[in-house]
């Protein structure tokens, strides 16, 4: 539906009001009470925003004096590239999804036609339409060598490298300043994809758009995202169940933390890391919680001034909670007992992180360069 016009609004209003006021809308689900608070993309409302809709809606939704009707802003394209104009964009070739069926794994290749080794500075998966949204689980890209073939893969084969989750609603992923990824030349482009049936037959298109750090630059840091702190796969949801589970990550190097995401799949309701420090007593701490809703895999990124800087032995703790109640909109099935699984109506948690390591003299300057940022602010609301 679309919210530019008053006679377009009017009719959605005490949803409006449900959504705003319980934080699923627009789409952020960080916890406000809990953990870092400060993002570089973050698009949610103030308390006093949500306010002002939920009174307005409380008061009958009015149209007020039409002569307050500001302009028309300029609104996003939300179908453009996030990343901007990409500089390399790789089409990988259609699947037709059936309109039933179980969900479907397996591979698709294109190629990059790179000459030569790029590091890359922001990268993007989409599916090229909103059918292909409807039907994409998820697309995780990876550069493999020209003869790499899953079909034929008895494990022995270099799985290359991992470039870029995707899983619905999911944006892109921009790196922080002087870190980078390397995309080696002449590599194919593999996507290992999920799809899941919607009643329709679909033709699900996907494709991935780099933009590449100028070519004489070698970015400082390598920029990671994996897959981190999976709980175990005894997960165990008897019907009509809340259940939390716990999954562990040792950080062998020092590191800075850029993002987070929650992933879970559709009774996934919630889920907080934790960092564990290497240190006597042991000292750990809470960053971000968010609420989950399968149809929004955020990536949080974490301003540069608070991303967590962390030392070497640094233990990740995902704690994430699966609710097989009939409270959870999403459930589709409360008397349905769910376990661990690939499939989109099995579970699953754990949480991408991005991270770049740090030498344990890059540690010990970035800690030393927080605090004295952090005196020089306290300093200054003293005076
Ligand atoms: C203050 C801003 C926003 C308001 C008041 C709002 C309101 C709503 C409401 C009332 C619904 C429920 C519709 C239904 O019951 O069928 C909804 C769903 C939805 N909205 Fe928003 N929205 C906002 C921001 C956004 C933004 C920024 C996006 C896209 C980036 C977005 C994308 C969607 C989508 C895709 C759905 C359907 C899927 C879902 O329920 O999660 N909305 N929104």
Same mark, same amino acid.
């Given at each position: 539906m679309a919210l530019t016009t008053y006679a377009e609004v009017r009719p959605w209003a005490r949803s409006i009001k449900n959504r705003v006021v319980a934080r699923e809308m627009?789409?952020?689900h960080i916890d406000k009470n809990i953990g870092i608070q400060e993002f570089k993309d973050d698009i949610s409302l103030t308390d006093e925003q949500i306010a002002t809709i939920a009174t307005w809606v409380d008061t009958g939704a009015p149209l007020g004096d039409p002569a307050d009707i500001p302009q028309m802003p300029q609104f996003p394209n939300w179908s453009a590239w996030q990343i901007g104009e990409p500089d390399l964009v790789v089409r990988y070739p259609d699947y037709l999804v059936p309109a039933e069926g179980p969900d479907v794994f397996g591979s698709l290749y294109a190629q990059f036609d790179?000459?030569?080794?790029?590091?890359?500075?922001?990268?993007?998966?989409?599916p090229v339409d909103g059918r292909s949204r409807q039907v994409v689980h998820h697309a995780l890209s990876y550069a493999v060598g020209q003869d790499y073939d899953d079909l034929t893969n008895d494990g022995t084969q270099d799985q290359g490298v991992f470039l870029v989750e995707y899983a619905s609603g999911k944006g892109a992923e921009i790196y922080p300043e002087d870190?980078?990824?390397l995309l080696p030349a002449n590599q194919k482009a593999r996507v290992s994809y999920h799809l899941h049936s919607i009643g329709e037959e679909v033709q699900a298109g996907i494709e991935l758009g780099i933009v590449f750090h100028p070519k004489?630059?070698?970015?400082? @840091? =390598?920029?990671?995202?994996? &897959?981190?702190?999976?709980?175990n796969t005894d997960l165990d949801i008897p019907a009509g169940a809340v259940v939390r589970q716990d999954g562990y990550e040792r950080l062998n190097k020092a590191a800075k933390l850029t993002a987070f995401q929650p992933?879970? @799949? =559709?009774?996934?309701?919630? &889920?907080?890391?934790?960092?564990i420090y290497p240190t006597t007593p042991i000292r750990s701490e809470v960053v971000s919680c968010a609420n989950f809703d399968y149809n929004w895999h955020l990536v949080y990124n974490y301003a540069d001034d608070v991303a967590p800087i962390v030392p070497a032995g640094t233990i990740l703790h995902t704690i994430s909670w699966h609710d097989n109640t009939e409270a959870n909109r999403a459930n589709p099935d409360p008397t349905n007992w769910t376990g661990n699984g690939g499939r989109t109506i099995d579970e699953m948690g754990?949480?991408?992180?991005?991270?770049y390591d740090l030498t344990e003299e890059e540690y010990a300057?970035?800690?030393a360069a927080r605090k004295a940022r952090r005196e020089a602010a306290t300093n200054d609301d003293d005076q």
């Open positions: 627009p789409p952020w790179l000459e030569e080794d790029r590091y890359i500075k922001a990268i993007q998966t989409r870190t980078g990824k004489d630059v070698v970015p400082a @840091h =390598i920029r990671w995202s994996k &897959q981190l702190a999976r709980h992933h879970m @799949h =559709i009774l996934g309701r919630y &889920q907080c890391l934790e960092l754990f949480a991408w992180i991005g991270w300057q970035e800690l």
